[in-house]
């Protein structure tokens, strides 16, 4: 409870505003006490001095409970408002709450009145932090919201408990293709081959996320339009304060460069394997003909020697006569020419 509580009392009786003001006092808490009459008494102090609690008595000359009720909820209606009336009877008192009064006071029964003060401001500090919480709630929705939104590299959705798509960012569509408008409401197995619907496949992955709160994978999935893409699939369950299940987060990360990327690499360690092996066909035993000098691969094939050596060694031979042949070609050269 607040140290001093601003109380406001719409009373004409000044002998029962006295008795009000006595009762209050006797509750030992702080508060200032200000009486009003008219209505524009009453208007006014609601928007220059906003009260903690306002108390009304029921009937006033001019300027009746109900329509100071109205007054106060239009103006304030977070304030508790108290009848402290002389009589009211089963049907006053039905009407009074379904117009909004918080409690009402006899005046024959002043003793409660302080009881009634203070609930009303438990009630009302308890409904003020709600709100707060309720508020910082939204708030912090509303930047998830748009952290989420301006997320381009991940789709990022909610699932209701069947597995329709319930909320949709600006990643999701730029992944996928879809616009939120043509891809809520439906099932997210359209993100999936035919074949894979056909096995199952999205249903497992629900249950796999139900069972363990958390499914993930590496799956094709479909474009708009049907092209395929390869993507990350993250499912994780999300849950009420009982432990119930109130919906899906899905997660889709396009991987297809990376794939691609996966794919290559595989091709270039092939080509090098390969390569490798050529290599040591060389530094090993090599096979040669004793006559024609064919050299024989390791699949059991012949090649010329000169073809076997520029395409396993680079090597282009340049044919020239040794010290040893030179002299015999040369003389046999020199008697053509006379």
């Known amino acids: 409870m607040k140290k001093e509580l601003n109380i406001l009392n719409l009373e004409d009786d000044v002998d029962d505003a006295e008795l009000i003001d006595r009762e209050l006092h006797k509750g030992g808490f702080q508060y200032r006490f200000k009486r009003v009459v008219t209505q524009e008494d009453f208007l006014l102090a609601l928007q220059e001095d906003r009260p903690d609690v306002i108390l009304s008595d029921h009937a006033l000359p001019t300027f ?3 329509e100071a ?14 009848f402290v009336t002389g009589l009211m009877g089963d049907e006053k008192e039905i009407d009074t709450f379904e117009r909004g009064a918080i409690d009402y006071v006899l005046k024959s029964r002043m003793s409660t009145l302080v009881p009634a003060v203070q609930r009303a401001v438990r009630e009302a500090a308890r409904r003020a932090e709600y709100r707060k919480q309720q508020l ?7 930047r998830f919201r748009a952290l989420v939104d301006g997320v381009k590299d991940y789709a990022i959705c909610m699932l209701d408990r069947e597995g329709r798509v319930s909320s949709w960012n600006s990643g999701a569509e730029w992944i996928t293709g879809h616009t939120a408008r043509e891809i809520i409401g439906r099932h997210f197995s359209c993100f999936y081959p035919p074949e894979a619907v056909a096995c199952g496949v999205p249903e497992r992955a629900l249950a796999q996320a139900l069972l363990e709160s958390h499914f993930e994978e590496e799956a094709r999935q479909v474009r708009k339009g049907g092209a395929r893409f390869w993507a990350n699939v993250v499912i994780t369950t999300l849950r009420d304060q009982e432990g119930g299940l109130r919906c899906f987060a899905l997660v889709i990360r396009d991987i297809s460069a990376r794939k691609q990327a996966e794919t290559e690499r595989e091709r270039l ?3 090098l394997q390969t390569t490798i092996t050529d290599i040591k066909s060389l530094s090993g035993l090599l096979p040669i003909c004793a006559s024609c000098k064919k050299i024989r691969d390791y699949h059991g094939r012949w090649h010329p020697l000169e073809a076997y050596l520029r395409e396993h060694a680079e090597v ?6 040794c010290q040893e042949c030179a002299p015999l070609i040369q003389p046999a050269n020199s008697s053509d020419e006379i």
């Open 136 to 142: 910082a709630m939204r708030e912090s929705e509303e």
């Open 316 to 321: 282009t031979l340049a044919h020239e006569f």
């Open 64 to 66: 009746n409970g109900f």
């Open 269 to 271: 360690i092939k080509e």
């Open 69 to 82: 009720l109205a007054v106060a909820r239009n103006e304030c209606p977070d304030v508790p408002f108290i």
